[in-house]
């Protein structure tokens, strides 16, 4: 019995740290949104969440090298829109544009790359709550 108590304890501690770290995760990115200036191409904070996904130009995000820049491309912010009864089903904008990422601070694109994997952060939480929600209709009465 103490066996699964524990576990118990375990998981509460875990669902809570995640909820603390989404919260902190959240304030960071709406800074970023702002301080990287996304918020003149996006008009709300929580609109930024409507895209499909937002995507990198000039940088990796991949975990082994995050941050890295890849030699002559443009440092940009791509957000995916996708809309399904239009005849071109989806759409990339461009968000923040910062130039040649050789060029670009390095303080800059890491807050670049750190507000994407942010805003991913987010999204994955959003995106577990949907399909949540969905199993909803899929649960036995008992």
Request: aromatic share 10%.
């Amino acid at each position: 019995m103490s066996s699964a108590l524990d576990r118990l304890k375990n998981l509460t501690n875990k669902i809570s740290s995640y909820e603390v770290a989404r919260k902190e995760n959240l304030k960071i990115l709406e800074n970023l949104f702002n301080e990287l200036e996304i918020s003149k191409k996006v008009e709300s904070f929580g609109a930024l969440f409507d895209f499909k996904a937002i995507n990198l130009s000039g940088a990796s995000l991949l975990e082994g090298n995050l941050g890295e820049i890849k030699k002559g491309k443009y440092l940009q912010v791509l957000a995916i829109s996708y809309n399904k009864n239009a005849v071109v089903k989806s759409k990339n904008r461009s968000l923040a544009y910062f130039g040649r990422v050789e060029s670009v601070d390095s303080q800059l694109k890491d807050k670049v790359v750190e507000f994407i994997i942010r805003y991913r952060f987010e999204k994955s939480f959003m995106t577990l709550e949907h399909y949540h929600g969905m199993l909803e209709p899929f649960k036995k009465s008992e």
